[in-house]
């Protein structure tokens, strides 16, 4: 199969601002081509809209205002694993020789129409994806014997993260204490143990093998795609403990770059409540079940591997499709040493881990400098 | 390049009726599966919706109630052709390896968002197509001196082979003068020079070349792919009597197939509205530029060159994202001899003409047996 290499990327601050999904596919775009002004537009053979927007022809309308005139423009929705599913599709089309240069550009407003689970009637009332969490939440800590102050570190980790990036939503730190004190939502779940939908958008491009090394010195490789959807009703999960798409995209990611779970230096994992965290550590294989916590903890006071180092989603907030790109792209910037305040310590390898309603669809990338 | 072939296809009448979306999805796949039981839905490796509806996670959706459980599985929009980019991107998912067979599935309500283009602000108040192709019809007629009654031949030849077409949505037939005193919507045009939005679904099922062979002995091949998007507002065409985005389609998807335009034998066109087909005819290179009505004209009595055999946009009527589908499927009945009374005689290429809000996107496939 031929490569795929990152080339660039660019992203807007994290908010809850009221504005046009096109200005914020615009400001991520316009960030990506001012911090790469090595890359030819016109060289540009696919723009693909990651969005859960209503608003239509986004591709064609983002290209015009970039001065973009593409072959292949169309968006794409997955809920809230859009931006990787672009991803995917992107090197679908750089590998197959269609293109050799792809612009993604996820957006998303903080009052997106994807986080209500309108289709899911095994729900009964509940349209909120707050309810999968809650009993996912309650089934984990029954099975593991684990409490909320334990899984409150997930949240204290993240928000402690984000405070070093600067896109983050959250400007602030939590001590387990006030994650527990910030209010109930639920029987399971307090406020700061979720992610937050936010305004926000975040492009990268892809490009072929040649086109990657004649534009950078440093590319960032997409070595390793897995995906699965197993269904889109919560009750036709298998599991409340673990993450049967999850699993499956993870062995299937792997296996293509020809990695172990061991070889990851640096992962972003979808958080968009708490306890998503270690259940989808252990379903990918970085802990055994139930362990989840234990390797949070772990790892959280050492700089040689970290989880989600950005913030994750509960620390820099959830703009639905833009959340898969901008994971790819802060596991990019960590292999390339340019994460700043956040950087692992020489990461080789890292993996994106991005997923939809209850991890009822799972995306997992490898990427590898 | 990796070839991919067509499989299986499925679609339902074409009505004014009120489904839901998932139910039109799913009535458009079921017959496919009815026609194909070949086909083992455990390696179906995508699952692709194409339309305008603004459901979130249809393609999980549709995946769950057909019981596949797929790798890759989103939703695709590019308005009127967001049914041959579907297509286009199963093809990259297969010609890159990631994907052997891939089901796409088109559906639209009658009632699509996607027939009010919001975003154009240079159409001032006029937010409905016909104003476009008001403006096109005045212009093409003016520069060629092509009068309404030339015109309205268009409609007349569509609705006629709409009548040999089972899932049409008109069962009528027209003269001349009929379409002449249909209702007068604007200056330039009148009701039957108009497709109708309408409910409606078409799936189709590629496969590589190897699990391809191993389902039928009688594969249609895509063999061209051109695309192409200029702009996304109609003011930016750079002229109102042809079409930029379809003539670039058409010689780029000519080039890969390795064909000339006078290699087609059969061939699906856009006609959104009547003045659209004699216009794409001519970008396509079929007929000199003014000459594309001559060309109906012509071919019109003849059955070894069909322009819309299965009635175009304004016989069938038009589910935006069914519409490029139903094209393709379309085209590859014909090339099988499958098309029944529309049969045109022993076609061995086919052209698809599939495009967007005033010709700003174009798609063309090349289709052989």
């Known amino acids: 199969m031929n490569k795929v290499g990152i080339v660039g990327c660019g992203i807007t601050p994290f908010t809850r601002d009221d504005q046009r999904i096109e200005s914020i596919l615009l400001k991520s775009a316009k960030i990506l081509f001012e911090n790469n002004s090595e890359i030819n537009k016109d060289l540009i053979d696919a723009v693909l809209v990651s969005t859960n927007n ?74 909120h994806p707050i309810f999968w969490a809650s009993i996912f939440a309650k089934s984990y800590k029954q099975k593991y014997s684990i409490s909320d102050e334990q899984l409150a570190l997930v949240s204290v980790k993240n928000h402690k993260h984000a405070k070093e990036n600067p896109n983050a939503l959250s400007k602030k730190t939590y001590s387990v204490q006030e994650v527990m004190d910030s209010k109930k939502l639920t029987d399971d779940l307090k406020l700061l143990d979720c992610s937050r939908p936010c305004t926000g958008g975040a492009s990268i491009i892809l490009a072929s093998e040649e086109m990657t090394k004649k534009i950078t010195s440093m590319p960032t490789w997409i070595t390793g795609i897995g995906q699965r959807t197993t269904s889109a009703s919560f009750t036709k999960n298998s599991s409340l403990n673990s993450m049967e798409s999850t699993k499956l995209s993870g062995q299937m990611a792997l296996k293509m770059a020809n990695k172990t779970i061991n070889d990851i230096d640096v992962a972003e994992i979808h958080d968009a409540f708490s306890v998503c965290e270690p259940m989808a550590l252990e379903s990918l294989g970085f802990s055994n079940n139930g362990e989840g916590m234990k390797m949070i903890k772990e790892t959280n006071s050492t700089d040689d591997f970290k989880i989600n180092p950005r913030g994750g989603l509960i620390g820099c907030g959830h703009p639905l499709g833009a959340t898969g790109i901008a994971q790819t792209i802060e596991i990019s910037q960590q292999l390339q040493l340019d994460a700043g305040k956040r950087q692992v310590d020489d990461p080789r390898v890292g993996l994106v881990h991005n997923m939809s309603a209850a991890a009822t669809s799972s995306t997992v990338l490898i990427l590898e400098k």
């Open 54 to 127: 209503n608003s239509k022809y986004l591709s064609p309308i983002l290209s015009e205002i970039t001065g973009i005139k593409p072959k292949i423009a169309h968006s794409i929705e997955s809920l809230c694993n859009s931006g990787t599913n672009s991803i995917v599709s992107a090197y679908s089309y750089i590998a197959s020789g269609l293109a050799d240069m792809v612009l993604v550009s996820g957006a998303e407003r903080y009052d997106s129409p994807g986080q209500v689970l309108q289709w899911d009637n095994s729900r009964g009332e509940f349209k």
